[in-house]
């Protein structure tokens, strides 16, 4: 089980955290077709916790980094779906495929943040491959800033 | 920052190498996409050819048909246009010609009349057979009425939605990609079955000529815009030096033309102005 060295997050911080995951699992539910949608919730969140805790911010950070790189590879598929559909493109086996690795990836995705969700709320500090390591450079922890002082919940930063 | 650099790399090429071998499987061919789509436009074709002999009235002349059908014929000798295209010939003064999905071709005989040479006319059912062939058809029907109504066309359709098809093919426009598509298609197809594109380039400079004092019933130029911008087009992709044979013979031109005439009345002083216009624009490109 992967824990912060000398920092125990609150139980309403691993619940906010934890929500981050569910709110971007929420907003796939209901923003299927439409790939934006996921991202605006994840982004409404992010900026509604910017002001927590790092533990909470560091996990708002890494939903919105995943719903990112999804948002990219769907908007694609959305908009050759789109070209297909009213425009001039024809269907073809490179579409097929593309459509197929994008839900590939699109539920490689949703397991990991179901996972994520629920491990977080257990306590665990989870880093998602690629999302964990560009997280880390997004939203560093403060001892990553040189700062010496010890991470406690009195002093989380 | 490396080891975010290396992940996302690595998942680029994960993506990619899971798209390039998903790829290589043929599902067009395996799952008869094609065919299906071919299917269903069939049925859309037929449901809405039965409404167009119901409420309008189609010519049943064998001496007409088989005219038109050897326009038909030598336009498709020219180009990969479908082989089962076929031509109907309604009697409406309206100069208009549209293409219906299911590869059917409508010809109003007020096209016939406004037509001088049979190059003309050819030109522009060559320019409608490009619609059909670059599937224009379905993917304009498909863009304004839905996908949705087009699958419970097919299924059966209700008369309402047959009505809007009709409404949408016969009287607005294509894209303008898509016009500029079909006209490089009629010019291509005609030159190459050696039959002169001219014809067609006469008959829209004279559409264009009309386009400014437009009446209600010349829905073919109307739906078309900027005749003039494509006149242009059209005499660009014209090659010099083409030879070319007629693609009708005057007797069956004549024909056609008396054919047509019985059926669409016209106002006399438009097309008397129109029979100059094109005399003198025929003349310049000779």
């Known amino acids: 089980m992967s824990r912060i060295p000398g920092y125990t997050p609150s139980e309403m911080e691993l619940e906010k955290a934890s929500n981050g995951y569910l709110m971007s699992l929420i907003a796939v539910m209901v923003g299927m077709p439409l790939p934006i949608i996921n991202l605006l919730a994840s982004l409404l969140f992010y900026f509604g916790n910017r002001n927590s805790t790092w533990f909470v911010r560091w996990h708002c950070t890494q939903t919105l980094l995943s719903q990112l790189t999804v948002l990219v590879i769907n908007s694609i598929g959305f908009s050759w779906t789109i070209s297909l559909i009213f425009g001039s493109t024809v269907l073809t086996n490179d579409y097929i495929a593309y459509m197929m690795t994008m839900v590939a990836f699109n539920i490689v995705e949703f397991i990991a943040t179901i996972s994520a969700a629920v491990r977080t709320r257990r306590g665990e500090h989870v880093e998602l491959w690629f999302w964990g390591s560009l997280t880390n450079v997004v939203c560093p922890p403060p001892r990553w800033r040189n700062d010496e002082r010890p991470l406690t919940p009195q002093n989380p930063y | 920052m490396e080891k975010a650099l290396f992940q996302f790399m690595a998942i680029v090429a994960i993506f990619l190498m899971v798209w390039f071998g998903l790829s290589k499987v043929d599902y067009v061919r395996i799952f008869r996409l094609q065919n299906m789509s071919k299917r269903t436009e069939k049925k859309i074709g037929e449901l809405v050819m039965r409404t167009i002999e119901r409420t309008e009235d189609v010519i049943k002349d064998d001496s007409t048909q088989v005219i038109l059908n050897k326009i038909r014929d030598r336009i498709s000798s020219g180009s990969n246009a479908p082989t089962n295209i076929q031509v109907h010939l309604v009697r409406k003064g309206d100069v208009n010609a549209f293409a219906l999905p299911g590869n059917h071709l409508i010809i109003y005989t007020g096209l016939i009349t406004r037509c001088d040479s049979a190059e003309e006319l050819c030109g522009v059912m060559a320019h409608e057979i490009g619609h059909i062939t670059l599937d224009h058809v379905i993917k304009r029907l498909g863009s304004e009425l839905g996908i949705s109504v087009l699958a419970s066309m097919a299924s059966g359709g209700n008369t309402a939605t047959v009505a809007q098809v009709i409404k949408t093919l016969s009287s607005s426009a294509f894209e303008r990609g898509q016009e500029s598509e079909a006209d490089a298609f009629a010019v291509n197809c005609l030159q190459k079955a050696r039959v002169?594109?001219?014809?067609?380039?006469?008959?829209?400079?004279?559409?264009?000529?009309?386009?400014?004092?437009?009446?209600?019933?010349?829905?073919?130029?109307?739906?078309?815009?900027?005749?003039?911008?494509?006149?242009?087009?059209?005499?660009?992709?014209?090659?010099?030096?083409?030879?070319y044979t007629p693609v009708l013979t005057e007797e069956e031109w004549q024909i056609l033309r008396r054919a047509a005439a019985a059926n669409a009345p016209l106002e006399e002083e438009s097309f008397e102005e129109e029979d100059s216009e094109s005399d003198t624009t025929t003349a310049v490109h000779k």
């Open chain 2, 196 to 243: 002169s594109p001219e014809g067609f380039a006469v008959f829209m400079n004279k559409m264009a000529k009309m386009q400014e004092d437009i009446p209600k019933q010349m829905e073919w130029i109307s739906s078309h815009p900027d005749s003039r911008n494509r006149v242009v087009a059209i005499r660009d992709l014209i090659k010099e030096n083409g030879s």
